[in-house]
């Protein structure tokens, strides 16, 4: 059984950093891609950024570029989102997704198997 857990979200300043993982358990994904998205009360979820298979290439949402970096370890099926210079608009829930193949995607329906979300609240 497939099973993604999140953990690394909090409660942090304006300006702070925060590092998420991503646990992948069930059997290995190194060859597909990896991503994660947020969703604010009220809002749609929305894509922040994904990692190729072999993690040679990313893909990152307008309003995080330059201040989120993911990365994954395929040894420990494990993926990150650190998050720096955190905003008030970056309060969500995270969530942690696998590809159904090995190219960063930002559509979610190309996403099989989902985390049940971390929370992520940056305060002023």
């Known amino acids: 059984q497939v099973q993604l857990v999140e953990s690394g979200g909090g409660l942090v300043q304006a300006g702070g950093s925060l590092r998420l993982s991503c646990a992948a358990s069930?059997?290995?994904?190194?060859?597909?891609?990896m991503g994660w998205f947020r969703q604010a009360p009220g809002k749609e979820r929305e894509f922040v950024a994904a990692?190729?298979?072999?993690?040679?290439?990313?893909d990152y949402a307008d309003h995080v570029k330059g201040r989120f970096t993911i990365s994954r370890d395929n040894a420990k099926n494990t993926a990150y989102l650190q998050m720096n210079n955190l905003k008030q608009e970056d309060t969500a829930v995270y969530y942690c997704?696998?590809?159904?193949?090995?190219?960063?995607?930002?559509?979610?329906?190309?996403?099989?198997?989902w985390g049940q979300g971390t929370q992520v609240t940056v305060s002023s």
């Open positions: 990692i190729t298979g072999g993690g040679a290439n990313t």
């Open positions: 997704a696998i590809g159904r193949r090995p190219w960063a995607t930002r559509r979610s329906g190309d996403y099989d198997y």
């Open positions: 069930g059997r290995s994904f190194s060859m597909n891609s």
